[in-house]
């Protein structure tokens, strides 16, 4: 082989590595572009059921807090038809003597 014919192997095995080593790092861009496109997409997805699940959780509460209301309510109603609190109210229930 002569000189020039090393040389020209030389430089086409460079090449060839070149080549390699610029497939390999497209390989590995492309499989990192897919990794972040798959993690966004998963993201995404945790964000919508977060969401679900806030607007649940406050459609709840704010079931919660009619029913409580509705209950009070209905106490306060009991409370006033109760004699005791008539009594209360009109003064009644306790009368002192006025000699004291």
Not at 31 to 38: E, N, S, V, Y
Not at 50 to 66: F, P
């Amino acid at each position: 082989m002569t000189q020039m014919e090393a040389s020209y192997s030389e430089v086409m095995a460079q090449q060839m590595q070149g080549l390699t080593a610029a497939l390999s790092l497209r390989r590995q861009e492309e499989t990192m572009a897919a990794l972040q496109t798959r993690q966004a997409n998963l993201i995404r997805q945790y964000e919508q059921q977060l969401n679900e699940l806030m607007q649940r959780q406050i459609q709840r509460q704010q079931q919660m807090e009619q029913t409580m209301s509705q209950q009070q309510e209905q106490i306060q109603k009991h409370i006033e038809v109760s004699p005791i609190y008539k009594a209360i109210s009109h003064g009644s229930l306790f009368t002192y003597p006025s000699n004291i």
